[in-house]
């Protein structure tokens, strides 16, 4: 649906995105993921051919970003980082404007508009005035001008950005929805928006793609040795650092003795040693309260790789 | 029907803000007050001296107009929309240019009233000079219009957009002086592109071709550039 070949931008001497390459099918949901800066927008804008790119080539259902950007333009949704509002206009007039630049004839605009605006909760809000809405009800609103035409690919920038919590939760359950019959790629700074919605993961740092995979995948890999988080009420007079130490590779770290608890934080070299060491320490008295396997989350792959790339910069 | 769609949007925002309502109540008050003070004075019914003088109103007024069109869509990034949309930049820029060209068609069919008056009440009003001195305002009204789109299209600040238009216009209002300073071809090729000199023939009721076409072009080559300048954002 979507390829970026070779691609890179370069904003005078400033390289925003240096050889860029991805591959998109139909009915994916691809989270652009990065900090700030990294590039996502820049990437956003070229396929939506606002900006071009300084080299490479895009394509979109098979048309050329350059060569053929009205049928580009076409096919796509757009919400870019601030939606783009008339603040006078009321939100039914906005949406009947973007229907008419969008190519909609008299009849099918109005059904469009009446059943976006019932998909995103805007029905009761068609007359008010964009000005007055608040900036959950503006982000529903440019949400609504990109699905409008209902387009084969959405490109939405921070979609759920200055909405409270359960406003992202039900649009992330409407972005799910809409990848059935459309593809979507999304770029989020948040990371439990992309393990929720996404089903590929693009990471960017400094206009470089660091990783593409599954966000599964992604976790396996960094996850390293297996690991827990466990509170132990020790036995009185019984020391129960001997049993655990006498296994390979066995690391305590961040251990809190309270009074009556300590807390602290294992990895074991192999994860079957985990129920001979459960075994022993129960069976010398010592009360096991909480035990949590520590799983490598988006967040450690995020920092791993975004930081990894700092030091080969300082280096 | 995508110029259609720009045109009533903009049409609306017009009316939506302040600024078109403050527009027309000072230039009608002015160009009342001009009618009654030159009527009072010379006691003649002719209606030159207003629409020269309205002329001149209009190309102070005329980009306060003409200034938000396209510098308000960069400030507010609602650029991006129009040129993600399926919409080349010479429908958007069509589409700003019919609408703010309405807007001064309403405003100059407002002063109509002048001329019915004069027509009237004397016993001898020639209506010539009034047809061909509107034909000129019309064609005077598209020309400021297109320098201000033209404008607007180079910045994302207003008060900018609309000096640079003041600017541009007082220019050419005032290049036929330099008939007068050089005596010769280059003093010639200025006076010719003055939009005063050529409007003034108009009131005096001459229509001549050159100087409509004159104006068309002038107007076309300003919407023209207004094109390539928001086209070439993209490239930046």
Redesign the interface.
Known sequence: MIEMTNITKFYDNFRALNNINLKVEKGEIIGLLGPNGAGKTTAMRILTCFIPATSGSVSVAGYDVFEDSLEVRRRLGYLPETPPLYPEMTVGSYLNFIGELRELPAGKRRERINYVAERIGLADWLNRVIGTLSKGYRQRVGLAQALLHNPEVLILDEPTVGLDPSQIIEIRGLVKDLARDHTIILSTHILPEVSMTCGRVVIINEGEIVAVDSVANLEKAAAGKPAWNICIRPAAGKDWRQLVEKHAGAAISDLVEMPETHHFKLNLEKAEDFDDLFRNLTGAGHVLREITPVKATLEDVFLKLTSAEERKEAA | ??I???M??EL??FF??PVAYIVFASFLMIVGYLFWVILISSRMASLEPMLYNAAFILLLASPVLTMRLVSEEKK?????????????PAEIIAGKFLACFTLYLVLILLTVQYPLVLSAYSTEFDMGPVYSGYIGLVLLGAAFISMGLFASTLTENQIIAAMVSFGGLVLFWIFGWAKHAFDNAFGQILGNLSIFDRYAEFLRGIVDSGNVIFFVVFTLTWLFLATRVLESD???
């Open positions: 029907m995508k259609l769609a720009i009533k949007k609306q925002s939506y803000s507010s990034r609602t650029i991006e929309l129009l040129l993600t949309s399926p919409i080349s993209r490239w930046r």
